[in-house]
């Protein structure tokens, strides 16, 4: 019974990775809830500044801030956003189709293209084709902090305010529920529409003080860092969720590979039986 013997042993392979699969599938369904209350908790910040940001974009104060000037783009910048590690279906696959649409566009309009990645497997990915990564963050772990994104996000923002890029988006990964993620595109800077003007009047402007300068400067800052953050928190949630439902599914087929296995285990075993049988009833009429 070599081919029984064959068979048990990979019955008992495929048992010991569902467990591991179901580990991993009860693990990314406990981090899963804890980053959604994390991307809830970070939503309200993102929009009030949001929601500012645009009522400045209608403002027409004296000083015009850089980020806020729309200028014939001969660059264009990309921050990606994606995980660290693997086994959560096809989310990075989506996101990186998305930056490569990206890059491909600007290309053909003739722009040059500056790239910043949050996520090893991004990282990985564009080294490998050999794009230009201008700054990475990675390892940001399961509780994305503000700080560890700073420096990234600074040498974008240094580019556009030095002419070195005339457009800045964010690509990465939207939470739509536990079973759907997307890959979403959305531009930074120079800013664009970011809400309702409803109710605000044909020319206004805010009282600023020190200066609008050190005021524009300071909210613009924290906008975009506050649109990068979110997206990493977003990105987390998202990978959790894909994560699990990976995780059953492999559970899952493993548990239907693993009857089908014992089918054909059954069958190879009734065959010995019947040849031992067939041996012994053969032997005996031969005495």
Known sequence: MAGAKEIRSKISSIK???????????????????????????????EKI???????????????????????VKATGLIVISTDR???????????KSALAAIRQAQARGEQVRLTVIGSKALTFFRRIGVDISAS?????????????????????????????????LIHNQFVNTM???AAVAQLLPVVETGKDAG????WDYIYEPSAAEILDGILTRYVESQVYQGAVENVACEMAARMVAMKSASDNAGKFIGELQL???????????TELSEIVGGAAAV
């Open 16 to 46: 010991n990775t569902q467990k591991i699969t179901k580990a991993m599938q009860m693990v990314a369904a406990s981090k899963m809830r804890k980053a959604q209350d994390r991307m809830r908790a970070a939503r309200p910040y993102a």
């Open 50 to 72: 949001r929601k500012v940001i645009g009522h400045l974009r209608h403002a027409n104060p004296d000083y015009k801030h850089p980020y806020l000037i729309e200028r014939p």
């Open 86 to 96: 693997g086994l959560c279906g096809s989310l990075n696959v989506n996101v990186l």
């Open 137 to 169: 963050a990675t390892h940001l772990g399961d509780k994305p902090q503000v700080a560890a994104l700073i420096g990234s996000i600074k040498v974008m923002l240094d580019d556009f305010r030095d002419g070195k890029i005339d457009r800045l988006l």
């Open 180 to 182: 759907s993620q997307k």
């Open 200 to 203: 605000l009047q044909a020319r």
């Open 264 to 274: 054909i285990y059954n069958k190879a075993r009734q065959a010995a039986i019947t």
